[in-house]
């Protein structure tokens, strides 16, 4: 049974960071990419960062480009998101995400088919 539990989310003031951790079990970690997704009220869930499977290769939306970093520690089947510089816009439920069997890219967002539950992240102004 594939599970991901994400934790890390919070409420912070602008400018502020936040670091989400994802935890995985009931897949093979190290053959997947892992990625985070945020999905705000009313508007569609979207791919914030992706990571390859060894950890080479990442991907960001433009819209976290420099401020946000993924990282991974396969040994710990554990996917890092740091996220700095925070903004209201950034506000949303991230959603942490594994595309099995992905080996050595990062993929599109259509690859991701097992989903965390979702952590509350809230950033004031």
Do not use: H
Request: aromatic share 8%.
């Amino acid at each position: 049974q594939v599970q991901l539990v994400e934790s890390g989310g919070g409420l912070v003031q602008a400018g502020g960071s936040l670091r989400l951790s994802c935890a995985a079990s009931g897949i093979i970690f190290r053959f997947s990419a892992m990625g985070w997704f945020r999905q705000a009220p009313g508007k569609q869930r979207e791919l914030v960062a992706a990571i390859s499977s060894g950890g080479v290769i990442t991907n960001y939306a433009d819209s976290v480009k420099g401020r946000f970093s993924l990282s991974r520690d396969n040994a710990k089947n554990t996917v890092y998101l740091q996220m700095n510089s925070l903004k209201p816009e950034d506000t949303a439920v991230y959603y942490c995400a594994a595309a099995q069997g992905l080996i050595g890219r990062v993929g599109t967002a259509a690859d991701f088919g097992s989903w965390g539950q979702g952590t509350q992240v809230t950033v004031s102004s």
